[in-house]
Every structure is written in structure tokens, then in C-alpha cells.
T-cell receptor, first 118, second 117 residues
Framework: AQTVTQSQPEMSVQEAETVTLSCTYD???????LFWYKQPPSRQMILVIR??????QNATENRFSVNFQKAAKSFSLKISDSQLGDTAMYFC???????????????FGKGTHLIIQP | GAGVSQSPSNKVTEKGKDVELRCDPI?????LYWYRQSLGQGLEFLIY????????KSGLPSDRFSAERTGGSVSTLTIQRTQQEDSAVYLC???????????????FGPGTRLTVL
């Protein structure tokens, strides 16, 4: 079974600062996907960024980037030029293809509550 | 519809009653997922459907939980004899079919908040 650990229950930074959210995971799989999801108070889960384990290059989406260290099983999210709208719960998640070649469900960490202060 | 919809958005029930939660996936999405989000357990994966078939039901918390999907579209999560520990937000997500390990994003609905008194 896979586990995902987020060791920072809450973080608070000033607007425009850069913040890094930590995530580690444990798996014996070699082929898998990692994700960061954002959940604002509206409850709507929004995909922020994804990383395929077979890709060495770190994923980037505008102000969001990851530092993927496969050997260390670490997957941190960096948010640059943080904005008030980035305030939300952030969840790290793991997914592996199932035995039929489809996708198994996501395994989530406990989440980090990120607060961007004006 | 434009996105995944779930109904009801909120449900309050008495302990021991049965409840049905509904999920309408995005049109054309053959994969459908149910998750539970609670304060104590965080986000848990419950079950997924590929078409009308659920390959693995081991994520369901107990035999009081069941799920079905008909016509490859709408899915219903049923909880029988509800208990207070069933209180949580139940999230549904859908995606295009996976094939050969090619990733397709899961799109989430707004969830159903279930409160068991």
C-alpha cells in the first residue's frame, strides 16, 4: 500500500513571497503519478500540477513548480509570487496504474493549509 | 453539464437511516471515482468504476457501503444503517478512460456533506 505524508499542517506567508510545501511518499511501484491538488473553501478540488514518475524533468505550470526526487521519494511544491487566491488546502496525491492498465484511485496526504497574508 | 455534479449538496440524517448519494459525471467520462473526506481520516479513496464495473471494492469502509453505476453514467453511493462516524464529505470524480497507462485528469464534483445525528 502507498502512503503520502505532508508534514506541514499549516503555513502562512506574505503575498508575493515564495513558499514550498513538502510531501514524501512510500511505494514499491516504479510507474506512478504524483499530483498536487488545491481545495479552496468552496470544497472544489482543483488539479494544480502533475508529475509522471518516469520523467526526470520537474513539472512546471506558470507560478507552480515541483521538485521531484524519485530516489528520496520526495515531491515538493513551490509557489512563486504567491497571491491571495492561493489561500487553500493543498493535497499531495499518488496514483498508480492498476493491473488492468487503468487508473487506481488517488492516495492523498493529510493536506497543508496555506494562508497568504496581504 | 459542464462539470461533475453531485446531489444533494448537504444531507442530514438520523443514525440508522439509509442514504443515497448521487454523482453525475462529465459526459463521455467512463471512469468514475468516489472519495470520502473527514476530519479524522482525511481523504480516502473508496471505489472506482470503469464503465459499469467496479474492479476493486476493498476500499469501501464496511459492508454498509455499496455503490453502483448504470448506463456508464450516473453513480449512486448508498450507505445503509448510517452511523455517526459516516459523517463526512463524499466527493465524486470522473475522467476519460485510461488506456495503456496514458494519464487522464480526474475532475472533481463539489461533494455531498453528510451529517449523521
Amino acid at each position: 500500500a502507498q502512503t503520502v505524508t505532508q508534514s506541514q499542517p499549516e503555513m502562512s506567508v506574505q503575498e508575493a513571497e515564495t513558499v514550498t510545501l513538502s510531501c514524501t511518499y512510500d511505494t514499491s511501484e516504479n510507474n506512478y503519478y504524483l499530483f498536487w491538488y488545491k481545495q479552496p473553501p468552496s470544497r472544489q478540488m482543483i488539479l494544480v500540477i502533475r508529475q509522471e514518475a518516469y520523467k526526470q524533468q520537474n513539472a512546471t505550470e506558470n507560478r507552480f513548480s515541483v521538485n521531484f526526487q524519485k530516489a528520496a521519494k520526495s515531491f515538493s511544491l513551490k509557489i512563486s509570487d504567491s497571491q491571495l487566491g492561493d489561500t487553500a488546502m493543498y493535497f499531495c496525491a499518488f496514483m498508480k496504474p492498476d493491473s488492468g492498465g487503468g487508473a487506481d484511485g488517488l492516495t492523498f496526504g493529510k493536506g497543508t493549509h496555506l494562508i497568504i497574508q496581504p | 453539464g459542464a462539470g461533475v455534479s453531485q446531489s444533494p449538496s448537504n444531507k442530514v440524517t438520523e443514525k440508522g437511516k439509509d442514504v443515497e448519494l448521487r454523482c453525475d459525471p462529465i459526459s463521455g467520462h467512463t471512469a468514475l471515482y468516489w472519495y470520502r473526506q473527514s476530519l479524522g481520516q482525511g481523504l480516502e479513496f473508496l471505489i472506482y468504476f470503469q464503465g459499469n464495473s467496479a474492479p476493486d471494492k476493498s476500499g469501501l469502509p464496511s459492508d454498509r457501503f455499496s455503490a453502483e453505476r448504470t448506463g456508464g453514467s450516473v453513480s449512486t453511493l448508498t450507505i445503509q444503517r448510517t452511523q455517526q462516524e459516516d459523517s463526512a464529505v463524499y466527493l465524486c470524480a470522473s475522467s476519460l478512460a485510461w488506456s495503456g497507462g496514458i494519464y487522464n485528469e480526474q475532475f472533481f464534483g463539489p461533494g455531498t456533506r453528510l451529517t449523521v445525528l
